[in-house]
Structures are given as C-alpha cells and as structure tokens.
C-alpha cells in the first residue's frame, strides 16, 4: 500500500514537471514580430502629426450612374474586404494597454529622433534609450527637457514589456530576454549615425 502511494505521488511529480517544460519555452519569434509591429506603428503616427493637414476639398456632385455601371464603390469595398484582411494589425498592438503606449510614444518620437541624430542619446542593449553625450545639448532647459522625455520614454517602454509578457504568457523573469529581443528590433531601425549599443554592451555609430 505504501508503495503505491509513492509511485502515485512520483507520477503525480513526473507530470507537472511536465507541464512546466512545456511552459518555459520562450516565443522569442512572436515577440520580435510583435516588436516590429509596434515599432511601425509608432513611425506610422508620428509620420502623421508631423504631417501638414490636408487641405479642405469641395464636394463635386457624383456622376449619374448608367443602367449598365458596374457595382457601386461600397460594394466593391464589400467584394474586396478579404484583400485587406492581410493589413490587420495583430491582437498585440490592438491590446488597448499597449496602444496607449504606442499613442505616448509616438507622441515624443519626433522630438526624441533629433536628439538621436545629435548624438545626444542611444539605443542601448536593454530595450531603453540612454543618454550618451548630454554635452551635445547647448541649452541648460533643452538638457532638462531631454532628460525628461528619456525618463517617459523609458517608463512607457518598461511597462510596455511587461504588458507583452502577460499578451505573450511569459512570465515577468524573463523581462530581461524580451527587453534583448526587442532592442534588437530597436537598433535595426536606428538611422545611420545614431547611436547603438550591440549585445556585447560595446557602442557604436550605426
């Protein structure tokens, strides 16, 4: 009796470490396509608020249809609404915690580009923005402007790698590997001559 009660608590044993082995594989894909989409997101709509409004233009009647025309324009939009179905962002960058983010971000991201291209600060391995050479900034209210915007973007950042470990189901001790995996992402986008930390912590212009 005693026995079989050893052997069921051994299998018992045998199959949650099971469980867990299967549990700690890291989607390092997933997430670098995630951080990806997220990135092109925030280019796309800071793209858009640098962007002149369009000009206003006058609505010209619509032509008179023919017996004959083919189907309308909505209708058309209706036959090839499964050509756009590729164009759909992927449930990650919908998460309403990480589209607030992407809003934050995009919101700085122009700002933060020049200073970038002044080599005021970089890309660093950890997924955040470091300052490199706050000396580039002549201004004393321009430093302190710099150093608040690297704090708030640091801060959106940290909280949006942990909303990709809960979209991802990862546990939180693995912050550090997607922090990695996103940078990669990070320095791939940096535009020649700004700064990039590599893996192995060394600095350099891209």
Do not use: H
């Not at 990650?92 to 200073?115: H, M």
């Not at 470091?130 to 909280?159: G, I, T």
């Amino acid at each position: 009796m005693k026995r079989r009660w050893i052997f069921a608590v051994a299998a018992a044993a045998l199959t949650a470490l099971a469980c867990v082995t299967i549990n700690i594989t890291f989607p390092e894909a997933a997430i670098k396509d995630l951080s990806k989409q997220i990135e092109d997101e925030i280019a796309k709509q800071a793209k858009q608020k640098e962007a002149p409004p369009p000009a206003e233009k006058k609505e010209e009647p619509a032509p008179a249809k023919s017996p004959s025309a083919g189907p309308s324009a909505g209708l058309l939009d209706e036959l090839l609404g499964v050509a756009y179905a590729a164009d759909v962002p992927s449930p990650g960058v919908t998460n309403p915690a990480i589209r607030r983010i992407i809003d934050a971000r995009a919101a700085r991201a122009g700002e933060l580009e020049k200073y970038k291209d002044m080599g005021a600060v970089g890309e660093n391995n950890k997924g955040l923005l470091e300052v490199r050479a706050l000396d580039a900034v002549a201004d004393l209210r321009a430093r302190a402007a710099l150093q608040k915007l690297v704090r708030e973007e640091n801060a959106d950042r940290e909280e949006l790698y942990k909303e990709i470990a809960v979209a991802q189901g990862v546990q939180l001790s693995e912050l550090p590997k997607i922090r990695a995996t996103y940078a990669a992402t990070l320095r791939e986008n940096a535009k020649p001559g700004q700064w990039i930390q590599l893996p192995d912590g060394a600095w350099k212009r891209k």
